[in-house]
């Protein structure tokens, strides 16, 4: 953990305090306002179905600007270099292409309130029990991430205990949701998405200008430890693990691009609830594709810091040279912004990383308390209860999952980079979710014994992978252990699953359509267009492939 006292600790003053002021009024009345439109539990769960698609395209953005962007990214641009673009342009544009074309017709058009109702649908009990537990605990596990993040930015600036500081921030990220569910969260994360922005975008800039430009900036790294090849994207030897450039690439590209990236970003309720609270098809198939835009420009305001902060600041160029002193790579932003902002915009810089943090938080928190909700206690627990009855239980699961968090904030303090952490637990819980829901989706015959069997055995082999990593069998610095292990857990839940099928009865066609993708008519996959809907720039496929034409363009020009 951070030292009380440390070397990290920001001098704010008065207007700083006032800025940070302001945006949580802003926060707590958002959440005050949202509770008034909350009248049953889809109301505070899924925001009754009724937000535009830009609100939800920027909430699906913002969800994921948490401490997995803000400094898991700059620590591994701090790190790794220019690599680290790949978690945006292979590792997650694509994905969410695939999301908004192809997958949510099947889950909006479905009706279903959660990714792990849909398993339900598809396969059963079983599997639909193993999905919701292990997709409650990543929540549990990953909120920790936010909070304990949330906690240093807390600690330096006012100089709390970090335990107090990881209350403390708690109960704000707390309050809003109880008060206002999924809606207080959503228009929380557009607020906080332009806040972000305007945060991090001068902080780069000052850090361009402080270093000679660009220019300015590869000279000065290709003069560190990390070489010249840290200013490329390709082929990213560091960031894999792997020192054979094919090795790399194929690493990359099946690991982290199709693998996690698909895992994550297709099956991922965090970030599908947002495109589920759309007002129709067309809404929540634009969801993620509007998102992919700004999503493919984060890069130039987190990942550039990161590099900048590893030649600018002595202690953490020390830090890389060495391996060893007083700060990590987790703290490359903040002692950015501790070194290059006057006061005013260091207010601002800082309300920008509190924004990211809660907005990832909130995030975790509003889907795990549909998921307790709906998919656990009202369906194995306590059943057949009037619609308050799991409204208020939705409240009281977003007050435990808070202090779970707290304890869980705790594991996330004793990485020095944060993105290694959260790599490993996506290849645990997303990779292999991935198989058993693009198998299903698109092969009729696979069954409901498969589904769960699938699940269990690709969670087990990523983490032998990891046992067999952290004894030192499987040799793989960077995150390459994760982009195996992800692999790996992909490879075989995909083929259990298939044996398994084969030994096992499918279900009845006719209880298939809509879940798998032979079986369903065409006007079923497809929105009908509204007047509304006709222009050009709210069709889905032509705005994937806009995206996808810029992320080819983007990757050639850094490759």
Known sequence: MLPQESILRLDATAIDYVIIALYFVFVLGIGHLARRAVSNSLDFFLSG????????????????????????????????????????????????LFLGVVMMPFYYGSKVRSVPEFMLRRFGK?????????????????????????????????????????????????????????????????LQFFVIVAAL????????????????LVDKVSASPGGAEQMSAWPGNALSGFSNDLLSVIGIVFGLGFVLSFGYWTTNFVEV????????????????????FPKMFIPFIVVIPGIIAAVLVPELAKFKATGSGEVDYNDALLLLIRDLLPNGMLGLAITGLLASFMAGMAANLSSFNTVMSYDIIERYVIKDRPDEFYLRTGRWATVAGTLVAIGTAAIASG?????????????????????????????????????????????????????????????????????????????????????????????????????????????????????????????????????LTLIIILNIVFR
């Open 49 to 96: 179905r009724s937000l535009p698609a830009w609100v939800t395209g920027l909430a699906f953005i913002s969800a994921n600007l948490g401490a997995i962007e803000i400094m898991g990214m700059s620590a591994n641009g701090a790190q790794y270099g220019m690599a680290t673009v790949h978690y945006f342009w292979i590792g997650a544009v694509p994905a969410m």
């Open 126 to 190: 079983p599997a639909h029990l193993v999905n919701a537990i292990s997709f409650a605990l990543a929540q549990l596990l990953i909120a920790g991430v936010n909070l304990f993040l949330l906690a240093t930015i807390v600690n330096v600036l006012l100089g709390w205990p970090i335990w107090v500081s990881v209350i403390a921030a708690a109960a704000i990220v707390l309050s809003y949701i109880t008060l206002g569910g999924l809606s207080a969260a959503i228009y929380n994360e557009v």
């Open 201 to 216: 975008l001068p902080l780069t800039l000052a850090g361009l200008h402080k270093v000679g430009g660009w220019q300015g």
């Open 273 to 292: 609830q947002r495109a589920m609270a759309s007002k129709d098809m067309s809404a929540a198939r634009r969801t993620p594709i509007i998102g992919s």
């Open 415 to 547: 990485y020095s980079n944060l993105m290694d952490y959260l790599q490993q637990l996506f290849s645990f819980f997303n990779a292999p979710l991935f198989a058993t829901f693009i198998l299903g989706m698109f092969w009729k015959r696979m069954t409901a014994t498969a589904g769960w069997v699938g699940l269990v055995s690709g969670t087990a082999t990523a983490i032998l992978v990891f046992v067999l990593s952290k004894n030192g069998v499987i040799d793989l610095p960077g995150q390459g252990a994760s982009f195996v292990g992800a692999g790996a857990a992909f490879v075989v839940d995909f083929l259990i699953s298939v044996v398994v099928s084969v030994a096992t009865r499918p279900k009845p066609e006719s209880e298939l359509v809509g879940l798998v993708y032979s079986l369903t008519p065409k006007e079923q996959r497809t929105e009908v267009a509204a007047a509304r809907d006709r222009g050009w720039y709210r069709r889905p496929v032509l705005l994937a492939g806009i995206s």
